[in-house]
């Protein structure tokens, strides 16, 4: 089974800096385009950054100039670096990575569990 598992949210005051991450884990072949969603109490989940194979990213309006996504296949890893957060940045912040399980075989759509990330004084 493949997992996905995000860590880094926690509590900061604006202005601040967290760095999300989010493993892979479990039997896979390959992972293709990867990306950050969060979601606020009652609001729809948006995307907020997504990375491809080759490095391309993609950004939100929101985030541009302060966010940075990035990944590092050996460790089947990406990240999510947030600098000078504001109070609109509070959601629950979830991976989702597009993986190939073997070798000829479909890419599939996995999702990690979430973590919170609360920007407050």
């Known amino acids: 089974q493949v997992q996905l598992v995000e860590s880094g949210g926690g509590l900061v005051q604006p202005g601040g800096s967290l760095r999300l991450s989010c493993a ?3 039997s896979l072949f390959n992972i293709y385009n990867m990306a950050w969603t969060r979601q606020a109490p009652g609001k729809q989940r948006e995307l907020v950054a997504s990375i491809t194979r080759d490095d ?5 309006d929101s985030v541009k100039g302060r ?30 990575a597009y ?3 073997a070798a000829y075989t479909s890419i599939q759509q996995y999702w990690g569990q979430g973590t919170q990330v609360t920007v407050s004084s």
């Open 56 to 60: 391309s990213t993609n950004y939100a």
């Open 67 to 96: 966010f940075t996504i990035s990944r590092d296949d050996a460790k089947n890893t990406v990240y999510l670096q947030m600098n000078s957060l504001k109070p609109e940045d509070t959601a629950v912040y979830y991976c989702r």
């Open 99 to 101: 993986i190939q399980r």
């Open 24 to 26: 892979a884990s479990g």
